[in-house]
Structure formats: structure tokens, C-alpha cells
């Protein structure tokens, strides 16, 4: 089966929007560990303008799942890592001050770089991801690294979905086979949603894991968190 880690950038980003602690960014990680998902995840940037670094560690003594941080390896982000231990930690290339991820690694001109932060994670005990694009040497280049998986970046496949265009998912399958042969565990994320996540589970093979924050929060403004979060409980399990 599929996990589903949600990703609660967005509520820390209302929370700080105001000022004080409303919502609860605690309270929220821990029922939607009850509603059943399977993780939580977490993408601190060097502004904190949205999750806190303190938010990572308070997050850690309260999540029982499975705790996933995203964020570009840089002083500051290993130190969290490292000191937080969570099961996973996701490699993302984001520039600083990007509002959102954009691309995924370049594995081969940074395959050097890549490979000395995946080994420092892997001596703490921490499952390794690179977020990679859906691209055949990509995949081929983060194998040299030694991660344990790679995180499709899956916003052109959301795009396309979107227009009507279903051959978008082409170039995510050939890479799910590629990191199946190649011993690569895979993940996805980024602008994955009720709309097109039962079809996108169904076509890549061997998927473990999607993290999903924007659209799951846009969501459930609508139709209430512990329902949003079951619907998409559901459609991983068709």
C-alpha cells in the first residue's frame, strides 16, 4: 500500500500569518496521525517564514509515524536533521527565498555533493530521498549516489492531468521501472491531488510513499481534514 505523509507547511504558514499559535500546529500533526495518515512531513527554509526549526523539534516528540524533513542539505538544515533523527529526510534543491519547489536535483553535476550528505544521514540512521525529475539519467545518477529512494517531483504530470493530457504520466512510469530495477524506493509529491491521485498511484509501479501539503489543506477548507485525509486514504488503496 501506498503512505500518505501530509505535509503541514501550510498550517504553520496560517499560524504565523497571525501571530501567536492558532492554529496548533502539534494539535493538528497529531490528528492527522489519528485520521490515519501514515506520516507527517515538514519543509523548513532558512526564513522559517512558515514551519520553525523549533517546530521540528517539538514535532519530534509528537509524531508516531513516520516524520519526513524536505529541505536543501545546507549548514543549518543538517545540523536539524541531525539533531531531530527523523525516519526520512528528503533532498530538495530549493534556491533560497523560492516560494515553492521548482526542480528536482541535477544527480550527475551534483552527484559528488549528493553522496557525501546521503552518507552523513545514513551513519545517523536516517532514510535517505533525492527529489528528482522524472528524467532516465536523473534516476541513473541518484543510484551513484547510494539514496535509499528518490522522490518523483510531480508537478509536470499535475499539469498535464489537469489539460486532459493522461500520456503526462509516461515519463514517471519509465522512471518508476527504472528505479524498481535499479534498487530505488520511490516516493512523490508536489501539486499531487484528489483529482489526480488515484490515477497517478495506479500507473507508477512500486510506489511507497506521496507527501502531499497545498492541496490537501485547500481541500479540506472545504470538505473537514479527517474526511480530506481518509479520501485520499481511499483512492491510494484502489
Keep these: 500500500m501506498t503512505k500518505l505523509s501530509v505535509n503541514i507547511n501550510k498550517i504553520a504558514t496560517l499560524r504565523n500569518a497571525r501571530g501567536g499559535n492558532v492554529p496548533d500546529l502539534l494539535k493538528v500533526a497529531t490528528d492527522i496521525q489519528k485520521f490515519g495518515a ?18 521540528a523539534r517539538d514535532l519530534k516528540a509528537i509524531v508516531y509515524t513516520e516524520f519526513n524533513i524536505e ?3 545546507q549548514h543549518n538544515f543538517i545540523d536539524l536533521v541531525l ?8 533532498l530538495v534543491p530549493d534556491a533560497i527565498g523560492a516560494i515553492t519547489s521548482s ?16 552518507q552523513e544521514f545514513q551513519r545517523n540512521g536516517i532514510r535517505t530521498s533525492i527529489f528528482v525529475d522524472p528524467h532516465l539519467d536523473m534516476i541513473e545518477g541518484a543510484k551513484q549516489t547510494g539514496t535509499d529512494r528518490i522522490e518523483l517531483y510531480t508537478e509536470a ?6 489539460l486532459g493530457n ?16 535499479l534498487g530505488l524506493g520511490i516516493n512523490a509529491g508536489h501539486d499531487l491531488s484528489l483529482d489526480n491521485i488515484q490515477f497517478f498511484k495506479q500507473n507508477i509501479p512500486g510506489l511507497l510513499e506521496v507527501s502531499i501539503g497545498h492541496a490537501l489543506i485547500a ?7 479527517e474526511n480530506v485525509v481518509n479520501m485520499y486514504l481511499q483512492k491510494l488503496k484502489l
Design 83 to 90: 539533531e531531530c533523527k527523523p525516519e526520512q529526510v528528503t
Design 166 to 181: 493522461k500520456s503526462g504520466i509516461d515519463p514517471y512510469v519509465k522512471a518508476a521501472i527504472m528505479a524498481n530495477e
Design 38 to 55: 501514515q506520516g507527517i512531513t515538514i519543509h523548513p527554509r532558512p526564513d522559517e517564514r512558515h514551519i520553525r526549526y523549533q517546530d
Design 103 to 118: 526542480a528536482g536535483w541535477d544527480t550527475v553535476k551534483n552527484q559528488a555533493y549528493l553522496t557525501e550528505m546521503i
Design 157 to 162: 504530470f499535475a499539469y498535464e492531468y489537469g
Design 219 to 225: 481541500e479540506s477548507l472545504y470538505l473537514g481534514l
Design 71 to 73: 529541505g536543501n542539505p
